[in-house]
């Protein structure tokens, strides 16, 4: 089944499920919970679109000199990380925490 969208629709957006009260959650659920929350801007619409651009990025730097791969990483990693300001924000801008990092 395929869903449309029109130009005043707004695209489903995947929801963690709800964590049950008095029980604890497993690392999987914390993961997908933060996943969900985080957002990483127009590139990474999508639950964990970071975290696996992160690790194709990191996975294609596997044989390069571990200077530019740092530097790629932390380039690449920073970027998804400082947010823009927001309206309400008392200090300037946001930082969002991907799930994966170097």
Same mark, same amino acid.
Do not use: I, W
């Given at each position: /089944?395929?869903?449309?969208?029109?130009?005043l !629709?707004?695209? #489903?957006r995947?929801? $963690?499920?709800?964590p049950?009260?008095? #029980?604890m *959650?497993?690392l999987?659920e914390v993961? *997908?919970?933060? $996943? +969900?929350? #985080?957002? %990483?801007? =127009?590139d %990474?619409?999508? =639950? /964990?679109?970071?975290?696996?651009a %992160?690790?194709k @990025?990191y996975?294609?730097? !596997?044989? $390069?000199?571990?200077? *530019?791969? *740092? @530097?790629? &990483?932390l380039r690449f990693q920073?970027e998804? /990380?400082l947010q823009? +300001?927001?309206?309400g924000?008392? &200090?300037?801008g946001?930082?969002?925490?991907? &799930? +994966?990092?170097f």
């Open positions: /089944m395929t869903t449309t969208c029109t130009s !629709e707004q695209p #489903a995947h929801k $963690a499920p709800p049950v009260p008095g #029980a *959650e497993t999987g993961s *997908e919970r933060l $996943a +969900v929350q #985080a957002d %990483f801007g =127009p %990474f619409p999508e =639950p /964990m679109d970071f975290e696996l %992160f690790t @990025l996975q294609s730097l !596997e044989n $390069a000199d571990p200077t *530019e791969r *740092e @530097l790629k &990483l920073f998804g /990380m823009d +300001v927001q309206d924000d008392l &200090l300037a946001r930082t969002r925490y991907p &799930l +994966v990092g």
